[in-house]
């Protein structure tokens, strides 16, 4: 049976053709290997990106709050000058008198 089976592949030229499939068969495979390499590649990638905008974002929430409080701090030290420049000046007058030099 496996006698005529060869026979008859070999007659109708299905042998190069088993070939040739086989052969289109392995790179498929190799093709799809090389696919899942990629995606691999890609997926660890995006995962490092967004591990790095998270950084990023973490870090100019960090920022952002480091200002706010140096404003904060600025502003109150900016009032508390004011408040003293107030208080010293308080009972205070400006006289002027201006005198003329004869030469």
Do not use: P
Request: proline share 0%.
């Amino acid at each position: 049976m496996e006698f005529i089976k060869t026979k008859l592949i070999a007659l109708l030229g299905l042998s190069d053709l088993r070939k040739c499939l086989l052969a289109e068969i392995n790179q498929l495979r190799d093709d799809l290997e090389y696919l899942e390499s990629q995606y691999e590649d890609t997926k660890y990638l995006a995962e490092d990106l967004e591990s790095s905008i998270t950084d990023v974002s973490d870090k100019t929430d960090s920022l952002e709050t480091i200002i706010e409080d140096y404003k904060d701090e600025l502003s109150g030290d900016i009032q508390l000058a004011v408040d003293d420049f107030n208080q010293m000046r308080e009972g205070y007058v400006l006289d002027v008198k201006l005198t003329r030099e004869v030469y």
